[in-house]
Structures are given as structure tokens and as C-alpha cells.
């Protein structure tokens, strides 16, 4: 699966002005996507809705989805006042079938009479998933490309990816937290999150998912560890022999940088780990709920998304 834009980010903050105010047109658009060669598609993105006021519900699936002049409509998702759900984005999704060309557009529509409350929209992605060419894996070394940690239970998962050309023996690797930024003197204290050494290989653009040994959400292949139990606040990182070659969170610092929620790498970083936790390189999706585990949390998991394109207006 190839990320065709990059994630755009169109959030307003409460008192500015929205992508569509209440009892207006939604017509938000994206050109100029070079697509060509795809014939199927994934859209994900977020959406909130106004809805202060007693009484006032919303359907997040107003808001319809064409690309290409493919128009989808997105699982119903009812959200209301009653329930405190104002300004609180969800995750949407669609497939489209449709012809991908190096001009695609993709548009967010909506008719007045579905726009009484007033949306937001964010984080808007565009995935190619049959056809086109994929990059070819031109990457350094083995780097962290998602991390959950769950609202509820034991589901908590960290995802390696290897961006090289060359399969890699993971006997040489491990998975290490600093507990609560703890430090002896000025010396970081780091324990293994696996109770025995990785083995097997990762082949070229491929992942290994491990998983806490009670996490039950995500039904795909993962390598059980049984010492996998960070809860937020404690930095994560992945070593080559004893030498630190990529970091979630900041060590030797108690702070809750990763707790209820799914931090994934941005598709741009293909290459090379980074011993200094940068948040710009992460996309965070916050999980409020078991059923966001169950759902968001582990939607990601499996795969990681290259950027090939970055052209659109």
C-alpha cells in the first residue's frame, strides 16, 4: 500500500473558522495527484462535527468522498451533544475503484441540508493499493514504524520495518524501554522488552509486529514478548548489538509522550532511524475507547506506508 499524498492537516481550533460552516456547501478539493497506474484506493481521514448546542446530532458520513468523480460514502457514524462528541474527530474510510491518473483530484462534498451543525476535516491520506510501482526500499538500517499503546488491557504493539534492499537477521537486534526515565548517576537504565533473543530474518520493505503477550486486538503474525509492558511515559528503543540506533519518546525523562494512543512514522521517513525522538516524524491518533483499540488502534499494524508523492495544491 503506497501513500499518494502526503497527510494534510486542516484542523481548526475552536473560535476560528472551519472547513464548512453549519448550513453551507462542503466542497474541499485536492489536484494535481499523480496516481497514474492505481485502479483502487483507500481514503482515510478525520472528521469532527459543532454539534454544542441540546439536541444537535450529526452524520459524519455527510461528507462524501469523490475521487476521480467516484463518489463514496463512508460507514455512518452518528455522533450528538447528549454525548459530548463536539470537536471530537473520528477516523473515516472509504475504497474507491476507480482510474488513477497524474491529475487525479479527490474532493469532500456535502449538500446544505446535510450541513446543520458545521464539520471539520483532518488529516486527509490517499492510498494507492492496486496497480501502480511501489518504490524500491532504499533505506540504512532497521527503524520503529508504529507503536500502540491501548486505552484498556495489555494491547500494546511495536512495529520494526526494514526500508533496505537486503533481508536482515534480527538475532543482532532488540527491543529496550527506559522505565519512568529512570537513571543511575547519568546513565540511562534500559531493560529488554522480550525475554529471549529475536530471531528469523526481515525481508526488504517488510515489518515484524511484537506484541505484548496478552494483546488480542490485531489477528495478524506478531512475536509474543512477555516483558512488553510500557505504559506511556516510558521511552522505547530499538538496538543494534548495545548500540541505540532509533528512539520513541525521550530518555532519561518521565513524560507521556505515548499513553492511549497509536503513534505512527510518517510515510516521508523511508530511509534511516533517529536517536533523537523528533515528533515530527510521527502521526498520533489518540484512543479514547476499547472499541478505538479494536479498531484505529491496530489498523495501521502489518504494513508500512511509503510516500512516492508529495504533489498536490
Given at each position: 500500500m503506497l501513500l499518494l499524498i502526503r497527510p494534510r492537516f486542516f484542523r481548526c481550533t475552536y473560535g476560528e473558522s472551519c472547513l464548512a460552516t453549519k448550513n453551507s456547501e462542503?466542497?474541499?478539493?485536492?489536484?494535481?495527484i499523480k496516481a497514474s497506474g492505481y485502479s483502487k484506493f483507500i481514503v482515510a481521514y478525520e472528521v469532527a462535527a459543532n454539534v454544542y448546542n441540546a439536541?444537535?446530532?450529526?452524520?459524519?458520513?455527510?461528507?462524501?468522498?469523490v475521487l476521480n468523480d467516484k463518489?463514496?460514502?463512508?460507514?455512518?457514524?452518528?455522533?450528538?451533544?447528549?454525548?459530548?462528541?463536539?470537536?471530537?474527530?473520528y477516523s473515516m474510510q472509504v475504497e474507491v475503484e476507480v482510474t488513477g491518473t497524474d491529475a487525479s483530484t479527490l474532493k469532500f462534498v456535502a449538500d446544505v441540508a446535510d450541513n446543520t451543525v458545521g464539520f471539520?476535516?483532518?488529516?486527509?491520506?490517499?492510498?494507492?493499493?492496486?496497480?501502480?510501482?511501489?518504490?524500491?526500499?532504499?533505506?540504512?538500517?532497521?527503524?520503529?514504524?508504529?507503536?500502540?499503546?491501548s486505552f484498556k488491557g495489555n494491547n500494546k504493539y511495536v512495529e520494526i520495518y526494514n526500508p533496505t534492499s537486503e533481508s536482515i537477521?534480527?538475532?543482532?537486534?532488540?527491543l529496550k524501554m527506559n522505565t519512568n526515565g529512570k537513571k543511575e548517576g547519568e546513565e540511562i537504565v534500559w531493560t529488554s522488552l522480550h525475554n529471549k533473543a529475536f530471531t528469523g530474518t526481515i525481508e526488504p520493505g517488510h515489518v515484524v509486529v511484537f506484541a505484548n503477550n496478552q494483546a488480542?486486538?490485531?489477528a495478524g503474525e506478531v512475536v509474543k514478548c512477555s516483558a512488553m509492558a510500557f505504559n506511556g511515559d516510558d521511552a522505547i528503543g530499538l538496538f543494534k548489538g548495545e548500540?541505540?540506533?532509533d528512539l520513541m519518546g525521550t530518555q532519561g525523562v518521565q513524560e507521556k509522550f505515548g499513553e492511549n494512543v497509536v503513534l505512527r512514522r510518517v510515510a516521508t521517513v523511508t530511509s534511516s532511524p533517529n536517536t533523537t525522538y523528533t515528533l515530527a516524524e510521527w502521526h498520533e491518533v489518540k484512543l479514547t475507547s476499547a472499541e478505538d483499540d479494536a479498531s484505529v488502534?491496530?489498523?495501521?499494524?502489518?504494513s508500512h506506508t511509503w510516500s512516492k508523492f508529495d504533489t498536490y495544491k
Open positions: 462542503v466542497n474541499f478539493s485536492i489536484s494535481n439536541g444537535e446530532t450529526a452524520d459524519l458520513s455527510a461528507i462524501k468522498v463518489e463514496v460514502v463512508a460507514a455512518s457514524k452518528v455522533v450528538s451533544a447528549a454525548n459530548k462528541e463536539a470537536n471530537i474527530f471539520r476535516l483532518y488529516n486527509i491520506r490517499l492510498y494507492g493499493v492496486e496497480g501502480g510501482t511501489a518504490p524500491e526500499p532504499s533505506g540504512s538500517e532497521l527503524f520503529i514504524s508504529e507503536y500502540v499503546e537477521d534480527l538475532s543482532g537486534y532488540s488480542v486486538n490485531y548500540t541505540l540506533i488502534g491496530i489498523s495501521g499494524l502489518g
